[in-house]
């Protein structure tokens, strides 16, 4: 299984406004991709620090194909002016316990 994570540093203030254009871009995402759950966390610790998780995808082609698409280049780019940073990665479920 395939996940896909985001790191987002957001500007101070802006954090709400973040959460919300994270939610817009997703729910355009999720009907491309049925079956993946995509989640945004809010750091309790720093205000200004979300992370996103995405997965699980079937294959690192259906995450590369998402990653090529308009919709993704629209939803960074919808979120950009909101963030000081970002940080995208992609992982491999290696071990699970439940």
Not at 13 to 33: C, H, I, K, N, P
Not at 56 to 72: D, K, L, Y
């Amino acid at each position: 299984m395939i996940y896909t994570s985001g790191v987002w540093s957001v500007k101070e203030g802006r954090e709400e406004e973040f959460a919300r254009a994270w939610q817009q871009s997703v729910d355009g995402m999720s009907l491309d991709y049925p079956g993946i759950v995509f989640r945004l966390l809010h750091d309790i610790e720093n205000e200004s620090r979300f992370i996103s998780v995405a997965g699980p995808w079937r294959n690192i082609e259906q995450v590369t194909a998402m990653r090529n698409s308009q919709r993704f280049s629209d939803s960074v780019s919808a979120i950009q002016e909101l963030l000081v940073g970002m940080e995208i990665a992609t992982y491999e479920v290696v071990a699970e316990v439940s």
